[in-house]
């Protein structure tokens, strides 16, 4: 026991607050390392395969059964019909869970969408082209190798310099 005249002792000695605070610092580390695997995994879609709460799952199957109707439309003369179906393709590629990647590519439409990036003209199907074409490519290696072969990536690159904020 410690006379009157002498301070008590620290309890924490200061190696051990060294040790908590580096371990502290590694868990830290760890949670940021598993929160950005989980970013990456559901932008990729790697993991479940089941529908989520919303039923994603039954929207899409819908979806992907009009898709020969979506692809003709894209086609189509007016300019109007294609920039809706462009959105339609978009919102498809949207889809949180499981996006229809591979069917749309197999639709051919890659190319049209490559395409519409240098309608500079036409401002808001650049724009619904380019997300379509980021959502392929953030599926697997395969998805994006597609889009690159297309040519989307030179497209890409001129629309950075666009006078349209989009």
Same mark, same amino acid.
């Given at each position: 026991?410690?006379?009157?005249?002498?301070? $008590?002792?620290?309890?924490?000695?200061?190696?051990? =607050?060294?040790?908590?605070?580096?371990?502290?610092?590694? %868990?830290?580390?760890?949670?940021?390392?598993?929160?950005?695997?989980?970013?990456?995994?559901?932008?990729?879609?790697?993991?479940?395969? &089941?529908?989520?709460?919303? &039923? %994603?799952?039954?929207?899409?199957?819908?979806?992907?059964?009009?898709?020969?109707?979506?692809?003709?439309?894209?086609?189509?003369?007016?300019?109007?019909?294609?920039?809706?179906?462009?959105?339609?393709?978009?919102?498809?590629?949207?889809?949180?869970? %499981?996006? $229809?990647?591979?069917?749309?590519?197999? =639709? &051919?439409?890659?190319?049209?969408?490559?395409?519409?990036?240098?309608?500079?003209?036409?401002?808001?199907?650049?724009?619904?082209?380019?997300?379509?074409?980021? %959502?392929? =490519?953030? &599926?697997?290696?395969?998805?994006?190798?597609?889009?690159?072969?297309?040519? =989307?990536?030179?497209?890409?690159?001129?629309?950075?310099?666009?006078?349209?904020?989009?």
């Amino acid at each position: 026991m410690a006379s009157r005249g002498q301070q $008590p002792r620290s309890v924490k000695n200061t190696t051990n =607050a060294e040790d908590a605070r580096m371990q502290r610092m590694r %868990n830290t580390v760890e949670l940021r390392k598993q929160k950005t695997d989980e970013k990456l995994k559901r932008l990729r879609n790697v993991g479940d395969s &089941g529908g989520d709460a919303l &039923g %994603n799952s039954e929207t899409s199957q819908l979806d992907v059964a009009r898709l020969p109707e979506i692809t003709q439309a894209l086609y189509a003369p007016e300019e109007q019909t294609q920039e809706d179906a462009t959105r339609e393709f978009r919102k498809l590629l949207s889809i949180e869970r %499981n996006p $229809p990647i591979q069917q749309v590519i197999n =639709a &051919g439409v890659v190319p049209r969408f490559v395409e519409f990036l240098s309608k500079w003209q036409r401002p808001t199907l650049q724009f619904e082209a380019a997300w379509a074409l980021t %959502n392929i =490519a953030s &599926g697997t290696s395969e998805h994006t190798h597609v889009c690159v072969e297309r040519g =989307a990536v030179p497209m890409f690159v001129q629309l950075l310099n666009s006078p349209n904020d989009d």
